[in-house]
């Protein structure tokens, strides 16, 4: 219902009218002409005109309205890009415009809640008098509008009871610093959440290590495994983390010295010039429907120093790192972060892989680690990855099993299993390391993966990844389609457990012809005895972990994947001396990726057994009822 607030008779009824039924349908239009805020740093109180993070976060929210009937984000950013102010603006604006709407925000900390309500209290006092709803009650950290009956509430996480209420519009505030109970208190939050139409649930934090509900349930919402919408903004979307220079030659000097000094992160500080980011914020139909009068705040277009460049798609928003960026960052780091990359990496983070930087000693050099993600995210703007599927148990019409490979569905691209960065090629070798989970599990929230990682046996480039949750008898018909695929690749596949049930089938059913086998001497009778696959233990861990280490820190691997990448960021040592994922984190493809690393070494390039060798599965080669591979067209 649309508010009024002076009788039919009052003179400038209509003109009234007017006015309040803008506020209700134009929240752009509010934030500019009724809400006041404090400026940074100077504490003057101006209109609320959005920066460029926020009016795309307006335009995400506006677009799930009018897709989905309601808004559920989950933001991930860095400090001090206004995203809670444009929470406690969106949220102000519904309810006091509407009836019976109740707001509730909570934040980490008391302290915050008494910034964010005095930053509502001051939006409530400068309201113009034809838009100031009546106030029936103002507490500490409560608003309630008498004929309205909206409420807008504060809270810190723990320290007010909100089971039983409702809520048509919760912001959560630094999710990732709720600490111990804090995914109890989140879920609780969540079922006071209206069912229905224009309801919204806005989660946003800066990140806090590896773990936690925030880290859950970001990762959850960006393989679309949620109802959520993530959305992460990179620091240098922030027009305000920029530096000028007092002349052009001090700019020309200054580029020559980028990637050079290791104090900035070397090759990485030259890499951040590729970076970008576009946001695809969808039409804007309330431009276009506003009155004539009305005007709505633009973005600022870009020129080629500023941050923002306004692309062929008007409703695309793309942001790049500039000189002015790499200026500001380095003097960031010297002053704010004390030095310390990693510091600058958690608080201003370039992508969201970086922003969860492990807080314990990583295994794998984090430079190099920065480097190959830039990388991969090139690679993935200029030639994207094929994606695909691939079925079990198909038959082809003479009844013999067909290996194939399905291309992904465009609505199905982040759950495809096969990753593809380089097409086989005739004549090459392959190598390909297989860890074996358990398979899928009926009610466990967050299961290991099985994966398989495809090396040139030659230049060690990543070439395609398998990650999928399936038995481990029917991933041995996965592995074997891959392994054909690529030319007969030899499979090294790690024989704890479940492996042992994948290698059966692999051998024993599939025929396959190029397995891996552990050449071990037996202590008693001093023989040497072959068992099949890699044996994972306290003794071959290391050498394993160890040889990976050396390849990644001496740049002889090339890895494409940002979800390999992830895995080797978070792998760390343990107190004990010994590695692992940190807690919250998986190490599937780490693994999966040190096996076919090791299989290269002690298999090099041209240098493989033949067929004919024990040591490599079967006598001999042999053309099966199976039949093989089959690849599909591209």
Partial sequence: MEPTTQPESHPDYEALKQIVTTAYHFPMWYYQHALKVQQFGSGELIPFILNPIQYILHRIAERQLREQGQVRMIVLKARRFGVSTWVQGRYFQRAATRENKNVMIVTHSRAATNSMFGMSRTMEEHLPPILKPEVRYSGKNE???????????????GGREVRGSKTDFLHCSEVAFWGDGGEDYLTGLLNTVVQGYETEVILESTAN???GVFYDM???????????????????CYSHYKKPFGTLEERQAFADMVGTDARYGGEEEKLLLEQEISFDVGEDPLAELAPSDITIPAVQSA??????????????????????????RRECI???????????????????????????RGVFDREVLNELYMKSQKLM????????????????PDGRNAYLLEPALEGEKNNAELTVWRMPRAGREYRIGVDVSEGLEVGTRDTDYSVAVVLDAETYEECATLRTKIDPDLLAWQVCALGRWYNEALLTV????????????????????NLYFDKTLDERSNRATRKIGFKTSVKSKPVLVDYLRELIRERELVVHSPRVIDELQTFVFLPNGKTAAQ????????????LAALSCKLHPWSSAPSRGDTWHGAPAYQQTKWGVYIPPSI
């Fill in 334 to 360: 010297r002053t704010q972060c004390q030095g310390d990359l990693d510091k600058f990496h958690q608080e201003y983070p370039t992508s969201a892989r970086e922003a969860f930087v492990t807080t314990g």
């Fill in 583 to 594: 807690l919250g984190s998986h190490d599937d493809c780490v693994m999966a990726l040190a």
């Fill in 381 to 396: 703007r200029e030639d994207p990855a094929w994606q695909y599927t691939i079925p079990v148990k198909r038959r082809k």
């Fill in 143 to 157: 608003l309630v509008w008498g004929r309205l009956g909206s409420e807008y509430g504060l809270a810190t996480v």
């Fill in 303 to 328: 020129s080629s120093t500023t941050e923002e460049e306004a692309g062929e798609n008007p409703n695309e928003f793309i942001f790049r790192v500039t000189l002015e960026h790499l200026h500001w």
């Fill in 209 to 211: 290590g590896v773990g």
């Fill in 218 to 236: 970001f990762w959850d919402a960006e393989a679309g495994d949620s109802g959520f919408e993530a959305v992460f903004i990179p620091w240098y």
């Fill in 494 to 513: 790690e024989s704890n457990n479940h492996g042992l049930v994948t290698l059966k089938f692999l051998q024993e059913f599939h025929n396959y012809p």
